[in-house]
């Protein structure tokens, strides 16, 4: 059902969900480098329709709200275990549609990549409701369109706002009557992009040979990358982990196994016991995350990885562009293919 | 709801010395393996790491760890009845069935062969399963050949080609790298062979190039991969090769699948 709020009863619904939820949404954040402090969009808790920030893409996805950075997976003490607690409030998490097939292609991996489940995963997802933020164009360096992410179902709730307004379309049950007792009934049902300003051609996977992997488009990343792992810690679909014991008091071995994210692009993810290491240049790692957005994942998954948030664009300090890079990749295996 | 990630103890029933650096564990373990499997070995405090079964029977399980970082040198400081801690055991191993009525090869570099151990005294022990069985086990040195005394076992046994990269004058058997071994099989092309390859990248490498110029067709070649499995259930994406997680659909691969997966 559709219903039109004014941004005071908006408010009013945002505080009486506050109770039962942390709300999650795209606001203004501290955000310290080592060069500077400034103020970035990022995702954190809300309580008021004024913190909300659409005018701007975030800086940061909103994985870390269910893949956190780093996480206690257990607590040690002289070799005994004991488990984490879970004590978090369930979510709401606004988002946009990008970003919730990110977390579909999250889930993937974390749910169905082989029997097992990742407990840490499937409780925080199991316990969040994910409201979607109606895109009006997008933003420069999207490209959801190109990868089939400009359109989503999986959402509780979607939510345009307006000058003046808000619209919403709620099907879940856990929020349509509190929307309809604050706003009154309108016709609106949430409208997807169908085309970004940008355009990405993928290369069909029937198309990509070996050869591909050996082509001379890498080289440039060689030298152009600096392995700072940005694009994939920004990345909504990158799920790569690490887990390290750490020790708080040596004498009693009291201490956490924990994990923290990892990325293809960082020195070390590669490397085995003994030293060898998979992939040592800087344009090997950009060939690898780049087969496995465009063609791995596929494969497996039936899906692309790259929802095309564009955000790997976004942060990357030697403006490498994953964008060009798959256009251009796109090129040479057409170019081939006509041959 | 469950955790996957919670490794148990498992006590240490004994270990034998290998090499300077190579150890083999027995630990006290009834859960049921394959051969080519692998555990999750941690001590809390030192962290996790990937360790082959080498072998393992109804209530115990061998685990051989080679000492090359922190975790490990934690382990070696272990003692009978101390505890390890384990989760699996994961990835598929061995098909031993598909094996069966076949001339098998089996070619070990180094520590690949703790991974096949199980799988060579499992066909030791059932010679008649086989057409033939053919071994050639490769090491650096005479220093780094490891289970010496199961070696010569299996040399009563079968035919078993042993050689070290290089060797001091007081070593007396064979030198020279696996590859320049496989010609002496005598291998006449057929369908009945399978071939088992493990060892380091490159060895498996020209290993497979030699076998195909000798009459083995890439479908009756297999091999284990190792990589540097994180959580060994498909989450962590350190073992992903193109579309494949060695954690989930290996270490064991049919070659003809493996040999297009690029890192
Ligand atoms: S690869 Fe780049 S554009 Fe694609 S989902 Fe990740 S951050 Fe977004
Ligand atoms: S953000 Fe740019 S420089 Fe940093 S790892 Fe990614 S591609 Fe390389
Ligand atoms: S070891 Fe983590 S995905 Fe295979």
Not at chain 2, 185 to 197: F, K, N, R
């Amino acid at each position: 059902m559709g219903y039109r709020l004014k941004p005071k009863y908006f408010d009013d619904v945002l505080s009486a969900l506050s109770k039962h939820y942390d709300i999650m949404a795209p606001a203004l954040m501290p955000f310290e480098t080592r060069h500077s402090a400034q103020e970035v969009v990022g995702y954190r808790k809300i309580e008021s329709l004024k913190e909300i920030v659409v005018d701007k893409k975030t800086f940061f996805s909103p994985k870390e709200i269910l893949f956190p950075p780093r996480e206690t997976m257990f607590y040690f003490t002289d070799s005994k275990i004991r488990e984490s607690e879970y004590e978090e409030k369930n979510k709401i998490i606004l988002l946009r549609t990008c970003d919730l097939n990110g977390i579909e292609r999250l889930k993937n991996m974390f749910l169905n990549n082989g029997d097992v489940k990742d407990n840490y995963f499937k409780r925080r997802f199991e316990s969040t409701k994910f409201w979607l933020i109606e895109c009006d164009d997008g933003f420069d360096s999207c490209f959801c369109a190109s990868m089939n992410s400009n359109k989503a179902d999986s959402y509780s709730t979607a939510i345009k706002f307006t000058e003046e307004d808000i619209l919403v379309d709620s099907n879940d049950n856990m929020f349509s009557e509190l929307f309809k007792s604050y706003g009154v009934e309108e016709d609106y049902k949430v409208s997807f992009i169908e085309k970004n300003k940008l355009e990405v051609k993928v290369p069909l996977s029937e198309n990509i040979n070996p050869a591909v992997f050996e082509h001379d488009i890498w080289q440039e990343y060689i030298k152009r990358c600096i392995a700072c792992g940005r694009c994939n810690t920004s990345c909504i679909s990158c799920s790569c982990f690490t887990t390290h014991d750490i020790i708080y008091d040596d004498n009693k071995r009291r201490g956490e196994r924990r994990r923290v994210w990892a990325g293809c692009h960082l020195d070390n993810f590669s490397i085995m016991a003994g030293g060898h290491d998979y992939r040592t240049k800087n344009g090997e790692r950009m060939r690898f995350k780049t087969m496995h957005k465009i063609y791995d994942y596929h494969k497996r998954f039936g899906k692309h990885m790259c929802v095309g948030c564009g955000r790997c664009d976004d942060v990357c300090p030697e403006y490498i562009s994953f964008s060009k890079c798959i256009n251009k990749l796109y090129d040479i295996i057409e170019k081939e293919n006509d041959k | 709801m469950s955790n996957p990630y919670l490794p148990v103890e498992a006590k240490i029933l004994s270990f034998k010395d290998e090499t300077d650096i190579d150890r083999t564990y027995r630990i006290k373990c009834d859960i049921p393996v394959n051969g080519g499997q692998f555990f999750q070995v941690s001590l809390p405090g030192a962290g996790e790491a990937p360790i082959s079964i080498s072998d393992f029977n109804e209530d115990s399980v061998d685990l051989t760890i080679r000492n090359v970082g922190k975790l490990t040198t934690e382990i070696f400081k272990l003692k009978v009845g101390d505890k390890l801690f384990i989760r699996g055991p994961y990835g598929n191993g061995f098909n031993l069935a598909g094996l069966e009525n076949k001339k098998l090869i089996v070619i070990a570099g180094g520590t690949g062969l703790a991974p096949v151990k199980n799988v060579i005294n499992h066909f030791c022990k059932n010679r008649d399963k086989l057409k033939s069985f053919d071994l050639i086990l490769g090491f650096k040195s005479p220093e780094d050949i490891l289970f010496s005394k199961e070696i010569e076992r299996w040399k009563s046994l079968i035919d078993v080609i042993l050689t070290v990269d290089k060797g001091e004058k007081s070593w007396k058997g064979d030198t020279g790298l696996v590859t320049e071994y496989i010609k002496t099989l005598g291998i006449e092309a057929g369908p009945d062979y399978s071939v088992i390859v493990v060892g380091p990248p490159v060895m498996i490498k020209f290993t497979t190039m030699e076998l195909l110029k000798n009459g083995i067709s890439e479908n009756q070649i297999i091999i284990s991969l190792e990589r540097n499995m994180s959580c060994g259930i498909g989450k962590c994406g350190h073992c992903k090769i193109d579309s494949r997680y060695v954690c989930l659909d290996g270490p064991v691969f049919d070659y003809i699948q493996a040999k297009n997966l690029i890192d």
